[in-house]
């Protein structure tokens, strides 16, 4: 048995950086508040893999997509031996040729949905252009990418379930060679790597990590940016910043439809409890400003929400009464809302920083310390 060394430090790199790149983002994605930094670490790993990628065609051998085994004789046998030692594989055994083809295909397909997603259900990102033709699918294209993502995860867990198995079953040290590089094989086939490709390396392992650190410390690039715009409803409708943001927050009109507007202003003498009645032509001014900008003409995320959960309900006039919005705060205890800091459920701008200026935006979601 001869030591050769198989793969280069560009493999090893990059398969750590992808574990790690991949376990970060997926861990992200389920807090809404940090979006931002999933959305960095991702495109982070989508750089590791266009450069994976660029490798199976430049790389030196057993790293090009030609000298993978996709035998499906070799792969069925490989498959069917899962305790005893097969075929020596200098390069990729079949089951891994055939998992990092799948792993390419599939991490694009998430990060493409991603940015979709991003752009079209957040207004955020390079393809928030798409936001307001679109935004009405949006449902669609962040089940897509969630369903690339799960998928994605999958093959890691039995790519990562066969390597244990090599490990541990087979006594291969195929694990071991992603970490030192070398394989014990019957010949001698050390792989050495060019002038070219040691650059090429070096380029892969800067852009990905710069790439990650640009992102996450430079706030707008166009990756990341915010389409929503801030409002100032104390420019645009003075009374109605005035006069609705007297007792609470001024509610971004947005958040409910025109239904609910109109019985409202209909009925300001009894409005919670309160006597918030206006005169004739202010309540019809602000009415008007209502309308104009209710759900109905909105394409924020929310605004959407809140008129699917009130298509068949003409009563409700409370935000915090949608079904929509119950869905959206029901991890969030009644202690949180009922504490000094918060006070009612209504006080949004407690945990929602920028809310007053029409911004529901993930990174702006703050919850006050201590409760
Ligand atoms: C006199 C005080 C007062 C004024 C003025 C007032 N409100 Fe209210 N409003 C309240 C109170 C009290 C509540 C209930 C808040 C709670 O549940 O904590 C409320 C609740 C609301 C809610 C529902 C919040 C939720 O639970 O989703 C909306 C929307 C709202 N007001 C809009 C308006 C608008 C629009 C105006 C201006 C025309 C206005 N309010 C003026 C006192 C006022
Ligand atoms: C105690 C803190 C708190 C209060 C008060 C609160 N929210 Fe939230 N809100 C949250 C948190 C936390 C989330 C994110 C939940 C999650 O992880 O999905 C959220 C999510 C949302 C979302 C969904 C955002 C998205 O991108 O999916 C909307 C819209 C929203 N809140 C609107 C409101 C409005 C309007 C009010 C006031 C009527 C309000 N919230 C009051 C904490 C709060």
Known sequence: MKKSYIWPFANRISHILMMLFFAITYILGDFKNLLSYHVAFGLALGVLFVFRTGWGFVGPRYSRFKDFNFNLQDLKKYMLN???KTKEYAGHN???????IAMIIVAFLSIITGLLAYGIEEN???LSFLHSTYFKNMEIFKDTHEFFSNLFLAIVGIHMVG??????????DAVDSMINGYKKLKKNLHVETNIFQNLYTLIWVAASLFSLYYLIFTKDTIFIANANVKQNYALVHKDFANECGSCHITYPPFLLPKKSWTLMMSNLENHF????SIDKATNHSILAF???NSAENSTHQAALGILNSLKDDNGT??????????????KISKDVFESAKVKSRANCKACHTDIQNGLIENDLINMPKGV
């Open 94 to 100: 079949p089951a891994s040729s055939y998992a990092i």
């Open 124 to 126: 955020h990102g390079i």
């Open 290 to 292: 209502l309308k104009q």
């Open 317 to 330: 006039i409370a935000i915090t009464k949608t079904s929509f919005w119950k869905k959206r705060h029901k």
């Open 82 to 84: 899962v305790f005893s």
């Open 273 to 276: 409890g309160d006597d918030a």
């Open 163 to 172: 390597a244990l198995m090599d490990k541990f079953i087979k006594k291969s």
